[in-house]
């Protein structure tokens, strides 16, 4: 009935993971770990009884195994999302799913070819309770079609190690992947520009950066991303369509009158802002799994289509602001598309 | 054209009343003045070009003023006004309409017996923008009948001259009089309830006072009393009815993040809270009397209703917390009731 | 290392936190169930490979159970909860804990002679967030000792069953846990005032109810409690101190403006309200037993105030709004008190 | 002491500034109207008691008149306003100032060649508390330089001959005025991107628009002009800083809850929206001509710069989007220059 649950990579990321599966989603339980600091695998490993493997391709052909969780180095993603493809495993591969387009491709390709979703990339926002809302709001249609959507995604800070192209492929990546959830619509252009750079970062990072995106349907995506805004971590969104529009609330937080104020705390980062969502992406994982059905969360499809997205908001960045175009092969039936 | 003021007491509240029916309300000058202190009846004056008078009945009396304005000491208030009625000339009487029961009776009867409405008395809470969405609310009826008000009065902190007695006198008043415009509804009994008092405060001072109020049609008013209250200037009111519920806003004001918060400012005096509402008063009250309109502010019953009903909880206050019926007298038609 | 749970009650209440602990939190599981319908009991233990077992007392003496949870029909609580009290197990009991006095003091005086905790009665609210952080605000001091709650409780509507005391032993019971409990508090008077009734409930109820607690340390508490409000279910917390309030926050949810107005959804029952805190309830209170600790929620001695306070608010209400006294016995020491 | 006023033209918006400083303004009085319409000027002049004069240049040059409000069609604005002020007469012109920049430097070069300020233009945002509020807290400096403008100004609907460059030209000019104030900051470039259009709207009309500026500090505004939106006149604007962001509040508004919402009106239109701000400018114009001084408000410069920056947009908008370079010759000293 347990859902038997392998990570492939102990750090930071897979220690949480690790944690969730075992204190909060109930059937599932971590039974192998393995890491590249073979040390660390051990060490973690033990926390939770489980064993300790030498590589990614044993943990995934072990039999105690029910199913793969990939939290390595990015650049490893492909290579163990392929491995238990070919090994008939559910995998929850956490972003990038891989850090090229081609091997995101190669891992389309190996799905199809098998006929059956296994893939789920983690993009955490498709199961947060605001974004749900508002695509409720949006589907129920009594806002007309959408038109504009605004974003911000603020972060107090981040460490010197954190590149311009990061602002996409790090940051901005959780908004295309949750907008066009969210639209059910695809983004077809990319565009960045680089305003007066704050003075409290790195020399070497533009930031903020304002990110811009055109849908299929004609939709604007207008995208803040400033990780050095001192004061919070801040996410806002908002869909305007002909009739209306629907904001994502601000977490709910006590007032506090005093001093000749009314104020509320401003969360200080993802984890706990994102707390309950990561929660559901598990449990709905798990619960999946359990009940032998394919995921519903965020695709192989998804994964390749956000690599090939934040690769043209690069683009961009990198030419000058150019709008450049996304280049997206057709999206197969497979995928609910038409190719 | 110009309506012709005559100001009675050119104390603070005075002077300020001078200077909105001079650079604020149109249509409005101040023609005389007088004052207890003759030289600063003379001084005050002078800023505005009008004439010092060495008495009340003299600037009653005088041909120069059309209407009167009494913002003196309130045991001098019942004179004046009873003068200006006898004059046959408007007069707007800063609160309390007069210090006892039986002084604002002889006004009501003055007036009465004139058969034409003079006198306005100054609760300036019926010409606040939100009160007045708050009445439309009300009256349009989809919250049904209301049953329960809840309120708050808070000021950052009081002098030392400010006594227990004047949490209703000075301070409830003002809730007193726009509830029962609000609702359309008489108060019939008072209670008046200490808890806990701040250590903030002087120490003769009972400080916050819980206030509950009755009303004919059997509504239940609470209202806090916190005049020590550090953080600002506070007024809340919520009406609550069979369908719903209606809040008054707080003042719009900009928010701010930064440092971890969000915050919006309080306002710090009744001044700025209620300068809209002061404006709109005298502009009413000039306007109608320009109109030769009998005033709609609050009526000189209105005035003689809030000092019984304040009377009551005084001596609610004073008896260990007893519930005390009001001792009103029945509202003649005159003034809107049956009697 | 599963905490095996048998729970007694298989009714609607029982059977949601039979589906917490199996399908929410981790390490539990629900072992045995038993129900006064034995037809019931056996369809529902069946859906979780639980054992139907003919009565409490088996249930609570079964190898296979290592704790007790009562969710059976009030007048049966002490019966069980005692029983699990002699079998040394630890034992969650639905509120009430009992539904006299006597009976709390019974389960007070049992737990005192075995010199263990071992009962948590189900108040959810001290799990809520919102209360958490409230609680923490106060604690940390920058508002002052506080001096006055204002609260509210509302409910869309309630079954032609509920009673005018059931406003207090029903509904009002949450706010007096959560409140005593915030506070760090005793409740040592109740009052009920009746004001206007809503003539959008049936004829035998009193609603709204106004209630209000005093303090040991003389802070004032005033709770409306509605269950006909038809709007919504609408918990409000407002706690004013000497420098400063804190106030709960409405549940976060989407904004829409649309058709002239700005609009947020107010939940429409308790379950979706508070349903993290049921979560967080459960997922503390397996987690103590996992660790072999007392439990820290609330204490069987908090059953027993919760008790005799609401018995002092029913007897106001039954005596035309007289202040009753509430008739509690010293705090013992065991339970953090000096008796 | 009374500043009289003639006003040219008589229409709608004429008609309400006419009201505006015969019944909210003191200290003015609208002594002269005339109008392209002579019997309209007749009737509206007779309305206040003034006098209607057959054109422009004869109620400039009468006596009669101290100071010249121009509120005709916008091409006569810059002969009107060159008349003003070449009979030394201070002029408030609506906006546009002109209707071509090379208008607008005629009317600069004439100013500066008298070398004293005569002209206000009507962009009445500057007088609105909320941008003050705003403005303040930019210019104390807590948060830092400010980076990014979020705004958006949208309107229910829009009549017929609404063109696509009237977005620009009529409706992102009160933003372009403000927001060079607020920021203290020039506007370099202008770019405007027409999304999905709204199918609740004309053929002819590409409604929404989004509109990019850049300032010479490198600040980015984004200004989202929805002119269709349908649920209302909603004005938002936020800047965003290094150390945090400040945000325009919504008009404050009764919160009412009922039918399982929680609900604020939205304003229907700029004449609620602005009713202060629009109070305040005239006010403040009033008594700077009553005091001898030169206008505070918008000046001719402010004028000729709002023309040839919404000229820049509207170039964007006719050449496929492309960033235009605003076409602004240096600001000379006179104006607070350095050319």
């Not at 590589?55 to 939290?71: C, H, K, N």
């Not at 996409?168 to 992947?177: G, K, L, N, R, S």
Request: overall charge negative; glycine content about 8%.
């Amino acid at each position: 009935m347990t859902v038997r649950v392998g990570v492939i990579g102990a750090g930071m990321i897979g220690q949480d993971h690790i944690r969730r599966l075992t204190d909060v989603v109930t059937g599932a339980a971590v039974t192998a770990v393995t890491d590249i600091d073979q040390a660390r695998a051990a060490e973690v490993a033990a926390t939770v009884g489980a064993v300790a493997l030498p590589s990614g391709a044993e943990l995934i052909a072990s039999p105690e195994v029910d199913a793969v969780l990939v939290t390595s180095w990015g650049p490893t993603h492909a290579e163990h999302v392929l491995s238990a493809i070919a090994a008939g495993k559910p995998v929850f591969c956490e972003k990038p799913l891989a850090t090229t387009a081609e091997d995101c491709l190669r891992i389309v390709d190996a799905e199809r070819a098998l006929g059956r979703r296994l893939v789920q990339v983690g993009f955490m926002r498709r199961f947060d309770a605001g974004y749900r809302q508002m695509k409720e709001v949006i589907a129920a249609g009594s806002l007309g079609t959408p038109l504009i959507v605004h974003c911000a995604h603020r972060n107090p800070t981040v460490p010197d190690s954190y590149t311009s192209a990061m602002a996409a492929q790090d940051t901005a990546v959780h908004e295309i992947d949750v907008l066009r959830w969210l639209l059910d619509d695809e983004i077809v252009s990319a565009q960045v520009i680089t305003p007066r750079a704050t003075g409290m970062r790195f020399e070497h990072l533009k930031d903020p950066q304002l990110m811009y995106f055109e849908t299929a349907n004609g939709v604007r995506i207008e995208l803040e991303v400033f990780v050095n805004c001192q004061y919070g971590y801040d996410i806002q969104c908002e869909t305007v369509g002909e009739k209306g529009l629907v904001r994502l609330p601000d977490p709910a937080a006590v007032g506090v009158r005093t001093a000749g104020a009314h104020g509320t705390a401003v969360p200080q980062d993802w984890k706990g802002r994102f707390a309950d969502a990561f929660d559901t992406e598990f449990r709905e994982w798990i619960n999946g799994i359990a009940a032998g059905a394919e995921p519903t969360g965020p695709s192989a499809w998804d994964g390749y289509a956000a690599t090939v997205i934040t690769d043209a908001a690069v683009r961009s960045l990198e030419s000058d602001s150019q709008v450049v175009t996304v280049d997206m092969k057709p999206r197969p039936a497979f995928y609910g598309g038409t190719a």
